[in-house]
Nanobody
Framework: QVQVVESGGGLVQPGGSLTLSCTVS????????MGWYRQAPGKQQEFVAS???????EYGDSVKGRFIIFGDSAKNTISLQMNNLRFEDTAVYLC??????????????WGQGTQVTVSS
């Protein structure tokens, strides 16, 4: 059974930094991409960042220049370095993993989420 487990959430002051990690286990297939979405109360789920197995990153507009995503495809692990955090970054951060296969729908696997709270 595939498991996606996040860690590293917590409370941080505005302007501070925090690093989230995510690891996939239980898979007997290649993970093609991993990334993060976030869900804040009363708001739609928002794309944060992703990285492919060959190291290509993407970022949501609201985090560009502040967040950096790193990946280790051999270990099915990613981390998200969040810098210069703002009140509006407060959310549950959800890690996901994609499996791509030709001719069949993509498979997504999701973690339970980790809370990030930016507060003074």
């Amino acid at each position: 059974q595939v498991q996606v487990v996040e860690s590293g959430g917590g409370l941080v002051q505005p302007g501070g930094s925090l690093t989230l990690s995510c690891t996939v286990s239980g898979n007997n297939f290649k993970i093609n991409r991993m990334g993060w979405y976030r869900q804040a109360p009363g708001k739609q789920q928002e794309f944060v960042a992703s990285i492919t197995s060959n190291g290509m990153p993407e970022y949501g507009d609201s985090v560009k220049g502040r967040f950096i995503i790193f990946g280790d495809s051999a270990k099915n692990t990613i981390s998200l370095q969040m810098n210069n955090l703002r009140f509006e970054d407060t959310a549950v951060y959800l890690c996901y993993a994609d499996r791509w296969r030709i001719g069949v729908p993509d498979e997504d696997y999701w973690g339970q989420g980790t809370q990030v709270t930016v507060s003074s």
